[in-house]
């Protein structure tokens, strides 16, 4: 079956830092691969997306290459801020099995960005 | 504003007493979803809905029911809610085609004591 893992965190940072969350994955078919941030009290979010070998997802600053040879999929900011302190979900959809666009998800890293 | 909407927001209940989660988005979406998301279990998906009349079953669908009567509405009902159904639950929604993204309502959050 598919699957997500991520770095589990908490990550702590000072603002203007340098931020990775590690993403790898396991897929039956050719998934497309997501990022969603969940920021206090609020639902979930699309960050940024990609859906093929090569492709570069970018929004706000973050990014992500979705690496079919090391099936990664890893969230990189330059200057985080404080304002991007909030729950990182790295997901997958793959409709190799069906008609379900489920996502799977990993279990999300939670980021707080200090002043 | 396009958007998927949940009601209520926050719900206390006890057990036995059967309530329904809504859920509606204007976006004109095929295919809609619920999931559930618990600490260190992250979300799993409860039911989906490809259109309309056309349901089937997520991960964990034990002890919850939906319908899909109109395209926009996917209530979620739970009969007889036990205190294991206390959860954070959202909404879903996609365009059903490629990429697959889903776009999520605010979250319910459902205390069953």
């Known amino acids: 079956g598919n699957s997500v893992t991520q770095m589990e965190g908490p990550v702590t940072l000072s603002e203007e830092a340098f931020l990775t969350i590690n993403c790898t994955y396991t897929?039956?078919?050719?998934?497309?691969l997501f990022w969603y941030v969940q920021y206090p009290g609020e639902g979930l979010q699309l960050l940024l997306k990609?859906?093929?070998?090569?492709d570069k997802g970018s929004n706000k600053g973050f990014e992500a290459t979705y690496r079919k040879e090391t099936t990664s999929f890893h969230l990189e900011k330059g200057s985080v801020q404080v304002s991007d302190s909030a729950v990182y979900f790295c997901?997958?959809?793959?409709?190799?099995?069906?008609?379900?666009?489920?996502?799977?998800f990993g279990k999300g890293t939670l980021l707080t960005v200090n002043p | 504003e396009a958007q998927v909407t949940q009601n209520p927001r926050y719900l206390i209940t006890v057990t036995g007493k059967k309530l329904t989660v809504t859920c509606s988005q204007n976006?004109?979406?095929?295919?809609m979803s619920w999931y559930r998301q618990d600490p260190g279990l992250g979300l799993r998906q409860i039911y989906y809905?490809?259109?309309?009349?056309?349901?089937d079953k997520g991960d964990v669908p034990e002890g919850y029911k939906v319908s899909r009567k109109e395209k926009r509405n996917f209530p979620l009902i739970l009969e007889s809610p036990s205190p294991n159904q206390t959860s954070l639950y959202f909404c879903?929604?996609?365009?059903?085609?490629?990429?697959?993204?889903?776009?999520f309502g605010p979250g319910t959050r459902l205390t069953v004591t």
């Open positions: 879903a929604s996609s365009p059903g085609r490629g990429p697959y993204e889903q776009y």
């Open positions: 897929a039956t078919g050719y998934p497309s």
């Open positions: 990609a859906t093929k070998a090569d």
């Open positions: 997901a997958l959809t793959d409709r190799s099995g069906g008609s379900n666009y489920k996502l799977t």
């Open positions: 976006m004109n979406h095929e295919y």
């Open positions: 809905s490809m259109n309309v009349e056309v349901t």
